[in-house]
């Protein structure tokens, strides 16, 4: 059977797609692109914002109306929390955010036997999971970097977010689970592994037995010392001393942190329902630069949140700038049904978001540009993913992108001396002397 495959939202909601997409082949389906005639259209669904469920049942209809007679089959996150909404929309079958070979069984029954009942509805209660789902690590594409999924849910219930709904409780990947898959990515071929989740500075948690991120970040780098680690999001509190002295001991972990942030503002922080406040974030900010040479750090900024001032507003501003971050994601508030934050008084005008928006995107770039410029004449490691332009394109330890001349550098790691920038990128040249690299830096 032809099947399309469309993907929305977050790297666990891709991580799962290229499980899906692997599994597929292995059982003798074809693979096309979406929008193509296909027998079977899967549509992986997000629902972080009202937004994302708009796209979510625009693509639903574009895969009727696109494929008429084929079975259109719908997952992910939107379908979690809104089955009745998706089902209304005229699919032939609605899962959730588990079960994803369950999920492929069950559009396999129905490609094979068109008289069965449908709409198929096999969402489950996402709050009472208790199991960790393990799925096969990598893509069917030569790619350079893998995502490598360790943790599912999350139990924060920040006001604004809806996730904890839809994914359950934090459930972890063993350790042994993890070692396991790392070993079969590197080979694979992979020189780079992202571990992603929900909420991965819960790892472990669930157990109740003192289990912590640090420990699992120390399986993979240990299981496999000749490639780059990356960490995916991490909450704040997760650095303390004791996680920064071990992190960096491993060689092979990447210097670069996306601390989750939302507002430097305690106020809205405070109302955000968030876990920590703008002291103990800078002290994990100030703490990581102590442990690491230079690392990047980045981040994410909601503005314009129920009831930020303008002077909440500015505190931002000022405390990001502090921060001095290398990069920064930056979204205006976006109102969810079903969260307390949706009901909040003094909700901010889509102009003054958008203001907001504008303003601290300008900051943000001015320090992704200084610290860029800070690397030029530096040398910097860089694994190369692809050509463009006639440059390759690689990513350094630290996350940034750096340009070089060069042929056939694909999944290569070499040395490259930093001459200058261009936009966001780093430029340079192939270091002389330096021959392909085995293990990173």
Request: charged content about 25%; some cysteine.
């Amino acid at each position: 059977m032809k099947i399309a495959i469309c993907t929305l939202g977050c790297k666990v909601n891709q991580y799962e797609t290229q499980a899906m997409e692997a599994e597929l082949v292995r059982r003798g389906h074809t693979l096309v692109p979406f929008g193509e005639a296909a027998g079977a259209c899967i549509i992986n669904t997000c629902t972080v914002t009202a937004v994302s469920d708009k796209k979510s049942r625009q693509l639903i209809r574009r895969a009727r109306k696109d494929s008429p007679d084929a079975l259109v089959a719908v997952c992910g996150c939107y379908a979690q929390t809104a089955p009745e909404a998706v089902e209304a929309l005229g699919v032939d079958l609605v899962a959730g955010t588990a079960g994803r070979m369950a999920f492929l069984d069950d559009l396999e029954r129905l490609a094979a036997d068109r008289a069965l009942a449908r709409p198929r509805v096999t969402v489950d209660a996402a709050l009472a999971r208790r199991d960790f789902e393990v799925l096969p690590a990598g893509g069917l594409a030569g790619r350079t970097r893998a995502m490598l999924k360790v943790e599912d849910g999350c139990v924060n219930f920040c006001t604004y977010c809806i996730i904890p709904y839809a994914r359950g409780p934090v459930r972890s990947l063993s350790l042994a689970d993890a070692r396991a898959q790392s070993l079969r990515l590197a080979q694979q071929g992979y020189r780079e592994i992202v571990l992603t989740g929900i909420e991965i500075s819960s790892w472990g948690t669930e157990r109740r037995d003192g289990s912590s991120l640090i420990q699992l970040v120390e399986e993979v780098c240990w299981a496999v010392p000749q490639m780059r680690v990356r960490l995916g999001s991490l909450e704040p509190r997760t650095i303390t001393p004791a996680f920064c002295a071990r992190a960096a001991a491993l060689p092979n972990l990447c210097p670069h942190f996306h601390l989750s942030m939302q507002s430097g503002s305690d106020a809205v922080l405070a109302r955000m329902n968030r876990k920590y406040d703008t002291a103990r974030y800078r002290e994990s900010v100030a703490l990581l630069r102590d442990y690491f040479h230079r690392p990047g750090i980045t981040t994410d900024l909601i503005v314009g949140f129920p009831g930020e001032r303008e002077g909440e507003f500015e505190e931002t501003l000022a405390f990001i700038a502090q921060c001095a971050f290398s990069a920064m994601h930056i979204f205006p508030y976006s109102r969810r049904s079903g969260t307390p934050a949706a009901t909040m008084p003094d909700q901010v005008p889509s102009a003054v978001k958008e203001d907001r928006a504008r303003r601290a995107g300008a900051l943000a770039r001015r320090m992704e540009e200084d610290y860029l410029q800070s690397w030029v004449g530096h040398t910097l490691p860089v694994l190369f993913e692809e050509e463009r332009d006639g440059l390759w394109r690689g990513h350094a330890p630290n996350y940034a992108e750096v340009l070089v001349p060069g042929t056939a550098l694909h999944n290569e790691e070499r040395q490259v001396c930093v001459t200058g920038r261009r936009g966001l990128s780093l430029t340079g040249a192939l270091c002389p002397q330096d021959g392909p690299r085995s293990q990173s830096k």
